[in-house]
Protein backbone atom coordinates (compact mmCIF):
# COMPACT_ATOMS: atom_id res chain seq x y z
CA UNK A 1 0.00 0.00 0.00
CA UNK A 2 1.48 3.65 -1.04
CA UNK A 3 2.95 5.68 1.65
CA UNK A 4 2.08 8.42 -0.34
CA UNK A 5 -0.25 11.47 0.36
CA UNK A 6 -1.80 13.82 -2.00
CA UNK A 7 -3.10 17.28 -1.46
CA UNK A 8 -4.81 19.82 -3.11
CA UNK A 9 -5.99 23.36 -2.97
CA UNK A 10 -9.94 23.83 -3.04
CA UNK A 11 -10.60 24.48 -6.48
CA UNK A 12 -7.83 21.93 -7.73
CA UNK A 13 -5.38 24.26 -9.55
CA UNK A 14 -2.29 23.26 -7.15
CA UNK A 15 -2.04 19.37 -6.16
CA UNK A 16 0.98 17.55 -5.19
CA UNK A 17 1.74 14.35 -2.96
CA UNK A 18 3.79 14.34 0.19
CA UNK A 19 6.42 10.97 -0.23
CA UNK A 20 6.86 8.76 2.78
CA UNK A 21 4.26 9.66 4.98
CA UNK A 22 3.99 7.91 8.31
CA UNK A 23 3.83 8.55 12.23
CA UNK A 24 8.16 7.58 12.35
CA UNK A 25 8.62 10.12 9.03
CA UNK A 26 6.86 12.90 10.64
CA UNK A 27 4.65 14.57 13.18
CA UNK A 28 0.78 14.62 13.34
CA UNK A 29 -0.24 17.81 15.55
CA UNK A 30 -3.02 19.78 16.09
CA UNK A 31 -1.96 23.52 16.75
CA UNK A 32 -4.73 25.83 18.47
CA UNK A 33 -2.34 29.11 18.16
CA UNK A 34 -3.64 32.52 17.47
CA UNK A 35 -1.79 32.68 14.25
CA UNK A 36 -2.83 29.26 13.16
CA UNK A 37 -6.54 30.51 13.41
CA UNK A 38 -6.28 34.28 12.19
CA UNK A 39 -4.61 32.60 8.93
CA UNK A 40 -7.53 30.66 8.39
CA UNK A 41 -9.81 33.53 9.23
CA UNK A 42 -7.72 36.23 6.75
CA UNK A 43 -7.91 33.09 4.04
CA UNK A 44 -11.64 32.97 4.38
CA UNK A 45 -11.18 28.61 5.29
CA UNK A 46 -11.71 28.75 8.99
CA UNK A 47 -15.37 26.44 9.12
CA UNK A 48 -13.21 23.96 7.05
CA UNK A 49 -10.12 23.80 8.55
CA UNK A 50 -10.29 24.46 11.98
CA UNK A 51 -11.75 21.99 14.61
CA UNK A 52 -14.56 22.49 17.59
CA UNK A 53 -11.31 23.94 19.81
CA UNK A 54 -9.90 26.19 16.83
CA UNK A 55 -7.62 23.58 16.09
CA UNK A 56 -5.57 23.27 12.72
CA UNK A 57 -4.21 19.72 11.76
CA UNK A 58 -1.23 19.73 10.65
CA UNK A 59 1.94 17.40 9.26
CA UNK A 60 5.33 18.32 9.82
CA UNK A 61 7.70 16.35 7.72
CA UNK A 62 11.42 16.58 5.90
CA UNK A 63 11.38 19.35 3.46
CA UNK A 64 11.91 17.60 0.06
CA UNK A 65 9.85 14.55 0.33
CA UNK A 66 7.03 17.69 -0.86
CA UNK A 67 6.24 17.54 -4.58
CA UNK A 68 3.95 19.83 -6.84
CA UNK A 69 2.05 18.34 -9.57
CA UNK A 70 0.43 21.25 -10.99
CA UNK A 71 -0.22 24.80 -10.30
CA UNK A 72 3.06 25.99 -8.75
CA UNK A 73 2.35 29.48 -10.25
CA UNK A 74 -0.34 30.04 -7.85
CA UNK A 75 1.32 29.62 -4.64
CA UNK A 76 1.74 32.79 -2.69
CA UNK A 77 2.89 33.18 1.13
CA UNK A 78 2.41 35.80 3.88
CA UNK A 79 3.64 36.96 7.23
CA UNK A 80 0.99 37.00 9.58
CA UNK A 81 3.27 38.81 12.35
CA UNK A 82 7.13 39.79 12.63
CA UNK A 83 8.06 36.24 13.83
CA UNK A 84 9.73 33.76 10.81
CA UNK A 85 7.01 31.92 9.60
CA UNK A 86 6.01 31.85 6.61
CA UNK A 87 2.10 30.86 5.40
CA UNK A 88 1.94 29.15 2.14
CA UNK A 89 -1.97 29.27 0.37
CA UNK A 90 -3.17 29.09 -2.80
CA UNK A 91 -3.60 32.18 -4.98
CA UNK A 92 -6.23 31.24 -6.91
CA UNK A 93 -8.69 29.92 -4.04
CA UNK A 94 -6.80 31.12 -0.89
CA UNK A 95 -6.54 27.70 0.95
CA UNK A 96 -4.06 27.19 3.01
CA UNK A 97 -1.48 24.41 2.55
CA UNK A 98 1.58 24.79 4.31
CA UNK A 99 4.07 26.31 6.94
CA UNK A 100 7.37 26.85 6.45
CA UNK A 101 10.45 29.17 7.99
CA UNK A 102 10.87 32.20 6.21
CA UNK A 103 13.65 30.56 4.21
CA UNK A 104 15.64 27.94 3.46
CA UNK A 105 18.19 27.81 5.54
CA UNK A 106 15.86 25.90 8.33
CA UNK A 107 14.46 23.20 6.52
CA UNK A 108 10.73 21.99 7.17
CA UNK A 109 7.26 21.61 5.13
CA UNK A 110 4.47 21.70 7.52
CA UNK A 111 1.31 21.03 5.21
CA UNK A 112 -2.33 21.70 6.21
CA UNK A 113 -4.02 18.06 6.90
CA UNK A 114 -7.16 19.77 6.04
CA UNK A 115 -6.21 20.09 2.07
CA UNK A 116 -4.91 16.65 1.93
CA UNK A 117 -6.87 13.45 0.61
CA UNK A 118 -9.18 12.89 3.57
CA UNK A 119 -9.37 8.67 2.82
CA UNK A 120 -5.70 8.57 3.44
CA UNK A 121 -3.99 11.31 5.65
CA UNK A 122 -5.53 9.97 8.62
CA UNK A 123 -4.15 6.02 7.92
CA UNK A 124 -1.00 7.22 7.04
CA UNK A 125 -0.14 10.04 9.51
CA UNK A 126 -1.36 8.17 12.56
CA UNK A 127 -3.23 9.90 15.40
CA UNK A 128 -2.15 13.31 16.40
CA UNK A 129 1.29 13.41 18.80
CA UNK A 130 -0.27 16.15 20.61
CA UNK A 131 -2.20 19.51 20.56
CA UNK A 132 0.30 22.56 20.92
CA UNK A 133 -0.86 25.94 22.33
CA UNK A 134 -3.99 24.99 24.21
CA UNK A 135 -3.76 28.12 26.34
CA UNK A 136 -5.24 29.55 22.93
CA UNK A 137 -8.11 27.46 22.10
CA UNK A 138 -11.69 27.72 22.31
CA UNK A 139 -13.55 26.07 25.05
CA UNK A 140 -12.46 23.05 27.67
CA UNK A 141 -9.20 21.31 26.20
CA UNK A 142 -8.06 19.33 29.70
CA UNK A 143 -9.18 16.40 27.74
CA UNK A 144 -6.86 17.36 25.04
CA UNK A 145 -3.25 15.38 25.10
CA UNK A 146 -1.17 18.29 25.21
CA UNK A 147 2.04 18.86 23.40
CA UNK A 148 4.76 21.43 24.38
CA UNK A 149 6.95 23.26 21.64
CA UNK A 150 9.97 21.80 22.79
CA UNK A 151 9.11 18.27 22.43
CA UNK A 152 7.82 19.57 18.99
CA UNK A 153 11.31 21.08 18.25
CA UNK A 154 13.42 18.00 19.51
CA UNK A 155 11.65 15.63 17.41
CA UNK A 156 12.07 17.98 14.55
CA UNK A 157 15.85 18.74 15.11
CA UNK A 158 16.93 15.37 13.62
CA UNK A 159 15.16 15.40 10.39
CA UNK A 160 16.53 18.87 10.01
CA UNK A 161 20.21 17.89 10.41
CA UNK A 162 19.71 15.20 7.86
CA UNK A 163 18.36 18.41 5.19
CA UNK A 164 21.67 20.17 5.25
CA UNK A 165 23.73 17.14 5.56
CA UNK A 166 22.21 15.56 2.74
CA UNK A 167 21.39 18.99 0.80
CA UNK A 168 17.63 18.25 0.63
CA UNK A 169 16.88 21.74 1.62
CA UNK A 170 18.32 22.83 -1.86
CA UNK A 171 15.42 20.85 -3.08
CA UNK A 172 12.21 22.11 -1.54
CA UNK A 173 9.98 23.51 -4.37
CA UNK A 174 8.90 26.41 -1.85
CA UNK A 175 12.49 27.88 -2.17
CA UNK A 176 14.93 28.82 -4.89
CA UNK A 177 18.05 26.16 -4.69
CA UNK A 178 20.34 28.95 -4.69
CA UNK A 179 19.41 30.95 -3.00
CA UNK A 180 17.25 29.24 -0.59
CA UNK A 181 14.89 32.59 -0.65
CA UNK A 182 10.94 31.77 -1.32
CA UNK A 183 9.82 31.42 -4.72
CA UNK A 184 7.24 33.82 -4.06
CA UNK A 185 7.56 37.41 -2.52
CA UNK A 186 5.86 37.11 0.99
CA UNK A 187 3.23 39.37 1.87
CA UNK A 188 3.72 41.44 5.63
CA UNK A 189 0.10 41.81 6.80
CA UNK A 190 -0.59 45.90 7.88
CA UNK A 191 -1.56 46.62 11.05
CA UNK A 192 -4.91 47.57 9.15
CA UNK A 193 -5.14 43.64 8.07
CA UNK A 194 -4.25 42.62 11.19
CA UNK A 195 -7.04 44.62 13.23
CA UNK A 196 -9.13 42.90 11.00
CA UNK A 197 -8.34 39.21 12.24
CA UNK A 198 -10.09 40.15 15.68
CA UNK A 199 -12.34 37.14 16.35
CA UNK A 200 -15.68 37.34 18.24
Not at 152 to 180: A, H, K
Request: with cysteine.
Amino acid sequence: MSSDLSFACTCGTITGTLLNVGPDQGDHVICHCTDCQDLTHYLGHAARVLDAHGGTPLYQSRCARMKIRSGRDQLACVHLTDKPTLRWYAACCRTPLFNSYRNGRIPYITTQLAACDPAARDRLTGAPRGHLFTADAIGDTSALPKMSMGTLMRRFFPRMVRDMLSGDRRRCELFDPDTLEPIAAPHRLTAEERQGLRRD
